[in-house]
């Protein structure tokens, strides 16, 4: 619902993600608050941001996979893992950063396929059972292979990057180098469902059946979207693997996939906005109850640093479940309509 005075002369101005002028601009100044952040923050918030951005990449690869083909993936953290070991081996062996990051993705994603594989035969509850044995096969395989392929159980040291010379290892060159990733798969994210993949994608989340009558090859595109979603993956394990500069099988838990999952559905997961609203809402709750679980530990209560932890688990488990109840269709829905009912004021909506 567009307000009077806002239309469009062509298709190509109605298919624009920012429709209007002052989308736009606010665009332009989010881009140059982000940009220009670091000389005005410390190393704690960078360091948060940088981890938020790398999260987001990887929430954007289940929003491909599940938003979009509608195939259950409860294995984003082990493709992640897989990208995060494949950046640490070939950073070991002297390949450039900007050279590592692309690998990794293409070897996350061929990865992807030996489990897409069977996955594009099976739904529900058997595909949820196909991705969760690739969670559970990625720490065995690593644990069982000789240690000087992928460090076993002890992991690898990441080589800090570089590029022409210059440190990108530090907090501010570190950040930025999150944040142009993060900003290329968000450009990724808003356009890849006006393509034609993503068109494809659609009509086999909607009725595979249907879509198969069409002329679409749905086993196809089913692998095409663990394929994409896992590239993201990759990027957010390779950028990992450098932010943490050591990688172990223990960084990449099934944990760490539901969570994944748990900030898709919470931001919405039918929209590209829903990864941006739910990394941030979730990542901001979970910072609040670990700054209230810090200040239980110091101010010397009975309560052990295990019973905090489950404590904090329990009550971000809560504040999720709360946001489903009252808002299934997520926080991407709630910006909507809040941003057509002040398009709309005073007028009413219906």
Not at 18 to 42: Q, S
Not at 243 to 248: G, N, P, S
Request: positive net charge.
């Amino acid at each position: 619902m567009r307000p009077t005075g806002v239309y469009f002369e062509n298709f190509a101005a109605e298919a624009r993600v920012l429709e209007t002028r002052r989308a736009r601009l606010w665009l332009v100044a989010l881009c140059i608050l982000l940009v220009a952040l670091p000389m005005l923050a410390g190393p704690w918030l960078l360091g948060q941001l940088t981890y938020a951005f790398i999260t987001l990449i990887a929430v954007y690869g289940l929003f491909v996979t599940v938003g979009m083909a509608g195939q259950i993936n409860i294995a984003q953290s082990a493709f992640v893992g897989v990208g995060a070991f494949s950046a640490a081996k070939l950073s070991g062996l002297g390949v450039p950063f900007w050279l590592v990051i692309p690998a990794a993705a293409l070897i996350t994603g061929a990865v992807s396929v030996l489990f897409a594989l069977p996955a594009a035969r099976v739904r529900g509850f058997y595909l949820a059972l196909t991705t969760l044995a690739a969670q559970v096969m990625f720490p065995i395989v690593i644990l069982a292979l000789p240690m000087s392929w992928l460090g076993g159980l002890v992991g690898m040291p990441v080589v800090s990057p570089d590029l022409f010379g210059l440190s990108l290892g530090g907090p501010r060159g570190f950040y930025w180098l999150a944040l142009a990733f993060a900003a290329a798969a968000t450009w990724c994210a808003f356009n890849l469902p006006r393509s034609r993949l993503g068109r494809a994608m659609r009509a086999v989340h909607d009725n595979d059946t249907a879509a198969s009558v069409m002329g679409i090859p749905v086993t196809r595109i089913k692998i095409e979207a663990f394929f994409v979603g896992a590239l993201f993956a990759g990027v957010a394990g390779a950028l990992t693997a450098y932010f943490l500069q050591f990688v172990t099988v223990s960084s990449f838990t099934l944990f760490a996939s539901v969570w994944y999952l748990g900030m898709l559905i919470v931001g919405g997961i039918h929209s590209p906005l829903g990864p941006i609203l739910g990394v941030a809402f979730i990542t901001l709750i979970q910072e609040g109850l670990h700054a209230i679980s810090n200040a239980l530990l110091q101010s010397g209560s009975n309560i052990g640093g295990g019973a905090v932890f489950a404590l904090s688990s329990i009550l971000l488990a809560l504040c999720i479940l709360i946001a489903l109840i009252f808002e299934p269709r997520g926080l991407a829905h709630l910006w909507q309509t809040a941003k057509t009912t002040f398009r709309l004021w005073p007028f009413p909506r219906n």
